[in-house]
Nanobody
C-alpha cells in the first residue's frame, strides 16, 4: 500500500524555523518528484517546493525562495522541507505528494498521484 507520512509540523513564532519530513511507504523515492504543498483556510492548495529525487533538481514558489529549502536523503527514503524565517502568512496545512517521473508543472497539485494526510504549521506571536 502506497502512503506518504508527513511529520514535523507545529507552532512557532514569526522568524522561527521548522523542518517537515515526508517518508514514503510502499515505494522508494527513485524516479519520483516529491512536492510540498500548503493550504490555508479559504484558499486553494498551492505548490511550495518540489524535488526530482533522481536528479536533485528543485523548484520553489517565489513566496518561499530564500527561506525554505527542500532536500532528500535517499538512504532514509525521506524528503525534508526546512522552513526558516517563518511568517504568519506561512500558516497552513502542509502536504507532501509524489508524482512519477518528470512532471511538466511540478508545482501544480494535479500533477501528483499520491498525497499525505497533512501536517499543521502555525506561525503566530
Amino acid at each position: 500500500q502506497v502512503q506518504l507520512v508527513e511529520s514535523g509540523g507545529g507552532s512557532v513564532q514569526p522568524g522561527g524555523s521548522l523542518r517537515l519530513s515526508c517518508a514514503p511507504s510502499g515505494f522508494t523515492l527513485d524516479y519520483y518528484t516529491i512536492g510540498w504543498f500548503r493550504q490555508a483556510p479559504g484558499k486553494e492548495r498551492e505548490g511550495v517546493s518540489c524535488i526530482r529525487t533522481s536528479f536533485g533538481n528543485t523548484y520553489s514558489a517565489d513566496s518561499v525562495k530564500g527561506r525554505f529549502t527542500i532536500s532528500r536523503d535517499n538512504a532514509k527514503n525521506t524528503v525534508y522541507l526546512q522552513m526558516n524565517s517563518l511568517k504568519p502568512e506561512d500558516t497552513a496545512v502542509y502536504y507532501c505528494a509524489a508524482g512519477y517521473g518528470l512532471l511538466r508543472q511540478p508545482l501544480f497539485p494535479g500533477e501528483y498521484d499520491y498525497w499525505g494526510q497533512g501536517t499543521q504549521v502555525t506561525v503566530s506571536s
